[in-house]
């Protein structure tokens, strides 16, 4: 019988030795959601896990069985060379696949019987994802959350960065949700985390953290696609909010700087969405612009127009407002604050 291990030992450091998990599902899946920190060698690639579930519920499961194990031989000289590599780095190789079945359990079966140090993630990726479901609104409990607000482009990323360079605890949302968090939020960053990836990113750095005061940026319920967790939404909201004031001109720099670099059909995709709020001849002369390479006019006139106007926090009450011209030196007079704070 194989050796079973639960996420809950892995998370709470109770496995000894260096371990690492083996993603066996497709690519496809493993692209989709995964575990932070593990990697992938599929025992199906994504047509054949296609083609095996459709044998499964159309055929017989005993033909999708036999589809299964054709497919997977097939591969194991392969598989096999990545994992002997890995079993002299490692003293513990977890394997999981999508609910701990016939994928996950077939290789360690297979690996211990030559001597290879395996063991099964008990329930797989779903196990795991009941765990982070039970776990993350505990852990976000002890959470006390400094929240930076400010007009956007105004640099709160750039000092969360500098913040953790300095050693201090952030949730930096934006980059668990690959997503910039306006209209413009997705351009140049590829494929934005699904709900399940950004909660599990948010569950890991919420782990990981060396205290309970964190930094994080003000945001909007959603972030792009995916939406922050009622519970965490409603701790920044009791945070303690610091307004982040920048001028225009820096506000404009650090925009061209994240937003323009080649990527022109992205930002002309995304300006169409704001048609029917700034109308259709303003649009075109954007695009017009882009095609000038006048990025700077664009997102200066974005900026008083449309980002300003609109932006929801404006109203908020601030316990502290801090000039940034330099992220370092902000996020410098930040943590003195924080540390004076502390002491009064």
Same mark, same amino acid.
């Given at each position: 019988?194989?050796?079973?291990?639960?996420?809950?030992?892995?998370?709470?450091?109770?496995?000894?030795?260096?371990?690492?998990?083996?993603?066996?599902?497709?690519?496809?899946?493993?692209?989709?959601?995964?575990?932070?920190?593990?990697?992938?060698?599929?025992?199906?690639?994504?047509?054949?896990?296609?083609?095996?579930?459709?044998?499964?519920?159309?055929?017989?499961?005993?033909?999708?069985?036999?589809?299964?194990?054709?497919?997977?031989?097939?591969?194991?000289?392969?598989?096999?060379?990545?994992?002997?590599?890995?079993?002299?780095?490692?003293?513990?190789?977890?394997?999981?696949?999508?609910?701990?079945?016939?994928?996950?359990?077939?290789?360690?079966?297979?690996?211990?019987?030559?001597?290879?140090? @395996?063991? *099964?993630?008990? &329930?797989?990726?779903?196990?795991?994802?009941? %765990?982070? /479901?039970? !776990?993350?609104?505990?852990? =976000?409990?002890?959470?006390?959350?400094?929240?930076?607000?400010?007009?956007?482009?105004?640099?709160?990323?750039?000092?969360?960065?500098?913040?953790?360079?300095?050693?201090?605890?952030?949730?930096?949302?934006?980059?668990?949700?690959?997503?910039?968090?306006?209209?413009?939020?997705?351009?140049?960053?590829?494929?934005?985390?699904?709900?399940?990836?950004?909660?599990?990113?948010?569950?890991?750095?919420?782990?990981?953290?060396?205290?309970?005061?964190?930094?994080?940026?003000?945001? @909007?319920? *959603?972030?792009? &696609?995916?939406?922050?967790?009622?519970?965490? %939404?409603? /701790?920044? !909201?009791?945070?303690?909010? =610091?307004?982040?004031?920048?001028?225009?001109?820096?506000?404009?720099?650090?925009?061209?700087?994240?937003?323009?670099?080649?990527?022109?059909?992205?930002?002309?995709?995304?300006?169409?969405?704001?048609?029917?709020?700034?109308?259709?001849?303003?649009?075109?002369?954007?695009?017009?612009?882009?095609?000038?390479?006048?990025?700077?006019?664009?997102?200066?006139?974005?900026?008083?127009?449309?980002?300003?106007?609109?932006?929801?926090?404006?109203?908020?009450?601030?316990?502290?407002?801090?000039?940034?011209?330099?992220?370092?030196?902000?996020?410098?007079?930040?943590?003195?604050?924080?540390?004076?704070?502390?002491?009064?």
């Amino acid at each position: 019988m194989f050796k079973v291990i639960k996420y809950e030992d892995i998370d709470n450091n109770k496995i000894d030795g260096k371990h690492i998990l083996i993603d066996v599902r497709s690519s496809w899946e493993f692209r989709t959601e995964n575990i932070p920190g593990s990697i992938n060698i599929p025992i199906f690639n994504d047509e054949e896990r296609k083609l095996i579930g459709t044998t499964y519920i159309e055929d017989s499961p005993e033909l999708a069985k036999k589809m299964g194990i054709k497919f997977a031989s097939e591969k194991l000289p392969a598989i096999y060379e990545q994992v002997a590599k890995l079993d002299k780095e490692y003293d513990k190789l977890i394997f999981f696949c999508a609910r701990g079945g016939f994928r996950s359990s077939s290789l360690v079966s297979l690996f211990m019987t030559i001597g290879v140090n @395996s063991f *099964k993630l008990d &329930k797989g990726y779903k196990g795991y994802r009941k %765990y982070i /479901n039970e !776990n993350l609104p505990k852990i =976000i409990k002890d959470v006390k959350f400094v929240v930076l607000y400010g007009n956007t482009g105004a640099g709160k990323t750039d000092i969360l960065k500098s913040l953790k360079d300095r050693g201090m605890d952030i949730l930096d949302l934006e980059a668990c949700a690959n997503h910039r968090g306006s209209i413009l939020g997705s351009v140049g960053l590829g494929q934005q985390s699904t709900q399940k990836t950004f909660e599990s990113l948010v569950y890991k750095a919420l782990k990981d953290r060396k205290t309970d005061l964190v930094f994080v940026e003000g945001e @909007s319920k *959603k972030i792009g &696609k995916v939406v922050i967790p009622e519970y965490i %939404y409603e /701790n920044m !909201n009791n945070g303690i909010n =610091i307004c982040i004031d920048t001028k225009l001109e820096l506000r404009i720099e650090n925009i061209l700087r994240d937003y323009v670099h080649g990527t022109d059909e992205e930002l002309i995709v995304a300006l169409n969405y704001l048609r029917q709020q700034l109308g259709h001849e303003k649009i075109d002369n954007y695009i017009h612009m882009i095609n000038q390479d006048q990025y700077g006019q664009i997102i200066g006139d974005l900026m008083i127009n449309y980002y300003d106007p609109h932006y929801e926090y404006k109203n908020r009450k601030y316990i502290k407002t801090f000039n940034n011209e330099n992220s370092i030196l902000t996020a410098d007079k930040i943590i003195k604050w924080t540390e004076d704070k502390k002491n009064t």
